[in-house]
């Protein structure tokens, strides 16, 4: 199982809780030093894992992990798309004017959680479709589902995410018949270093 963004807060607790649950590991992020504290607490928990640092928003890379795993394992039973975030700029700060908003910015976040969803999948699902098996889950948010205050990129960015998972879900399930299956969680607020000073 491939845990995107696995060297954030909430991709480690998921990357912890996937091997206790028995599955080999693919914990893949930017970050060298985090990344292998990831897998020192799988391995020291008794599971298997591999380290590999990409950038969800390079395909190259997407498919450079992609090789390892199957080099190593030979399938890829599942994919959690953790990879994601805000962006200090594309928030609304309370005596902000609403129409200055950081449009750049914005479409940043709107790309890494987004298409930092989207990209993964087209490689990493390619190869459950060859399967015909395979388990997808993105990371929505509440904010998808309720207004929440100053995030405005991010609540683009993760209502498009649950747009992207009903449209895939009809589509994997009309083309493979429930072999491969598509869903999101939509977590609440978590204290993480990247919310924390807003």
């Known amino acids: 199982v491939i845990i995107t963004g696995a060297t954030g807060v909430l991709g480690a607790?998921?990357?912890?809780?996937?091997?206790?649950?028995?599955?080999?590991?693919?914990?893949l992020g930017r970050n060298a030093e985090r990344a292998e504290?990831?897998?020192?607490?799988?391995?020291?928990?008794?599971?298997?894992?591999?380290?590999?640092?990409?950038?969800?928003?390079?395909?190259?890379?997407?498919?450079a992990a992609r090789d390892k795993i199957m080099s190593a394992w030979g399938r890829i039973d599942g994919l959690v798309n953790a990879a994601g975030g805000n962006l200090p700029g594309a928030t609304v700060g309370?005596?902000?004017?609403?129409?200055?908003?950081?449009?750049e910015d914005t479409r940043r976040a709107v790309d890494l959680n987004l298409f930092g969803t989207v990209i993964p999948t087209t490689v990493f699902g390619r190869v459950m479709a060859d399967q015909g098996t395979g388990s997808i889950v993105n990371i929505s948010?509440?904010?998808?589902?309720?207004?929440?205050?100053r995030v405005m990129g991010y609540t683009l960015a993760k209502t498009a995410i649950e747009g992207y998972?009903?449209?895939?879900?009809?589509e994997l399930g009309l083309r493979y018949g429930g072999g491969i299956r598509m869903n999101a969680l939509a977590?609440?607020?978590?204290?993480?270093?990247?919310?924390?000073?807003?």
């Open 13 to 27: 607790s998921m990357s912890l809780a996937v091997a206790e649950a028995g599955a080999k590991v693919a914990i």
């Open 37 to 63: 504290a990831r897998a020192a607490a799988i391995r020291a928990a008794g599971g298997e894992c591999l380290v590999l640092l990409g950038d969800v928003l390079d395909t190259g890379q997407m498919n």
């Open 94 to 103: 309370p005596g902000q004017n609403l129409f200055d908003v950081g449009i």
């Open 141 to 149: 948010s509440l904010t998808a589902q309720r207004p929440l205050t």
């Open 165 to 170: 998972t009903r449209w895939m879900a009809t």
């Open 187 to 198: 977590p609440g607020v978590f204290l993480t270093e990247q919310n924390r000073d807003l």
